[in-house]
């Protein structure tokens, strides 16, 4: 088993990328899932915090080409999040953008623009909510990861290579 980078810990990479309908594995690596959702309280209290290991594990996944598991995890993180708090808005346009990785990587463009086009809907919507705590949102690079969005969805047609890394985001 591989281990992460740093940021995430001790905790382990799933054993394979599951990509539905492939015929390489049979399933997901539901056990390696299961240590990493168990992080996530019932309920986050006000907002989720930038540095929660299950929220930065999520990210990790995506930018290591686990999309699936990505959307698991952040999914899980999401669920947790206060109703109505930007941080629900900003996962859900992570869950998206892993979404539309998983569906570059299965060689649905089409279904993979259409998944960022929301995602840039979900930003845009949290660029006009007030900011202004500690939360993930309030940390996170939105308008550079909305930029990259808009940039990939300029293209004719999108393509494996054009996969959307949360890390990216940070480094323009």
Same mark, same amino acid.
């Given at each position: 088993m591989?281990?992460?980078p740093s940021g995430a810990?001790? /905790?382990p990479l799933p054993r394979w990328?599951?990509?539905?309908?492939g015929s390489d594995k049979a399933g997901a690596d539901y056990e390696t899932l299961a240590q990493i959702t168990a992080l996530v309280p019932p309920r986050f209290g006000g907002y989720v915090p930038a540095?929660?290991?299950? /929220?930065?594990?999520?990210l990790m996944l995506n930018d290591h080409g686990y999309f699936w598991e990505a959307q698991e995890i952040l999914e899980a993180v999401w669920a947790a999040a206060p109703q109505g708090g930007r941080e629900r808005i900003l996962l859900r346009a992570c869950i998206l953008i892993a979404t539309a990785n998983l569906r570059l990587r299965m060689q649905k463009p089409h279904v993979a623009s259409r998944l960022l086009g929301e995602a840039l809907g979900e930003l845009e919507a949290l660029g006009v909510r007030s900011a202004g705590g500690d939360g993930f949102a309030d940390c996170f690079p939105v308008a550079a990861l909305a930029a990259l969005i808009k940039a990939k969805l300029g293209r004719p047609l999108l393509a494996k290579a054009d996969?959307?890394?949360?890390?990216a985001a940070g480094r323009t």
């Open positions: 591989t281990a992460p810990g001790h /905790l990328a599951y990509v539905p309908g540095r929660h290991p299950a /929220l930065r594990y999520g996969l959307v890394a949360f890390a």
